[in-house]
């Protein structure tokens, strides 16, 4: 079982940056594939970024390419979400989500096992 707590969330103005964390509970953390996925009022849950367990491997939404990255630190058991440059339209309750994967990433939230509560973020004009 792995449980998965997110942090870092908050209001911020466009253009302003925010790092969002997820730490996570169980064993060998570097087994799972990671993933962050949004989701705005009215809208489906999308992927954002994934990383592999170990790292070496990551994916991004078109719409965060170059503003957000994703990272992991296997021996905290924690993976990070910089996102820079941050628009209105990434407004949304951002979710981190895990899968015991022992190679790859995977995109669809239908493919991942564990998800946290989530943290909100909001970006105003």
């Known amino acids: 079982q792995v449980q998965l707590v997110e942090a870092g969330g908050g209001l911020v103005q466009a253009g302003d940056s925010l790092r969002l964390s997820c730490e996570a509970s169980g064993p060998i953390f570097s087994s799972y594939a990671m993933g962050w996925f949004r989701q705005a009022p009215g809208k489906e849950r999308e992927l954002v970024a994934a990383i592999s367990g170990s790292g070496t491997m990551t994916r991004y939404a078109d719409s965060v390419k170059g503003r957000f990255t994703i990272s992991r630190d296997n021996a905290k058991s924690t993976v990070y979400l910089e996102m820079n440059s941050l628009k209105v339209e990434d407004t949304a309750h951002y979710y981190c989500?895990?899968?015991?994967?022992?190679?790859?990433?995977?995109?669809?939230?239908?493919?991942?096992?564990?998800w946290g509560q989530g943290t909100q973020v909001t970006v105003s004009s």
């Open positions: 989500a895990a899968v015991s994967l022992s190679y790859g990433i995977r995109s669809r939230a239908e493919n991942y096992r564990y």
